[in-house]
């Protein structure tokens, strides 16, 4: 799927913050995720997002791997004959999103720490001939699936524990 959500709840909550026992923990996914929005989307998005009353703070995760975004400008032209601007796309390759109990939210982006081609080259190879740098982007590619394919097992396992634990409390792994 592109898009995992989790909610915790109660004492078990507590491993992500202490907020989160009464308030909740939320945990999002996004992968693979390609999209096109035009400006004024964005624009009339604000009137939906204010409110008059103060919301509590969740505290919470959001993870975007592989995303594209491309917003396209749908104001009207000032100049008939102009051909109009160009589409901007936003490509993410992974970038974390929290807030926590303070209410602030930070940014943090991970970025893959690659091999100078010398190293890739001069490693010793044990019986094979070699990595290819053609190869390169193609394991990078094979080395992302399988972190997400992990971080969906340990979710998985969370989720089931939390299940576990709602039968017995004492449970413990």
């Known amino acids: 799927p592109e898009v995992c959500l989790r ?3 109660g004492p078990n909550a507590a491993v992500h913050s202490p907020l989160a026992v009464q308030n909740g923990f939320l945990h999002m996914l996004v992968r693979s995720y390609t999209a096109e929005f035009f400006m004024s989307f964005l624009t009339n998005l604000g009137p939906f997002l204010e409110d008059e009353i103060i919301p509590e703070v969740i505290p919470m995760e959001i993870e975007v791997v592989d995303a594209k975004i491309t917003l396209k400008d749908d104001s009207p032209r000032v100049y008939p004959t102009s051909p109009g601007p160009v589409p901007i796309t936003l490509a993410v390759d992974h970038i974390i999103v929290k807030r926590r109990d303070d209410g602030v939210f930070y ?3 991970l970025q893959e720490q690659k091999a100078p081609a010398e190293c890739v080259l001069a490693a010793p190879t ?9 190869e ?13 394919a992990l971080a969906e097992a340990n979710m ?10 709602k039968y017995n409390p004492l449970f413990q792994l």
């Open 7 to 9: 909610l915790e709840v």
């Open 107 to 109: 940014l943090t982006v």
């Open 126 to 134: 044990g019986g094979i001939r070699g990595l290819q740098l053609k």
């Open 136 to 148: 390169m982007p193609e394991l990078q590619r094979e080395l992302q699936t399988m972190k997400i």
């Open 156 to 165: 998985d396992k969370a989720r089931l524990l939390q299940e576990i634990r």
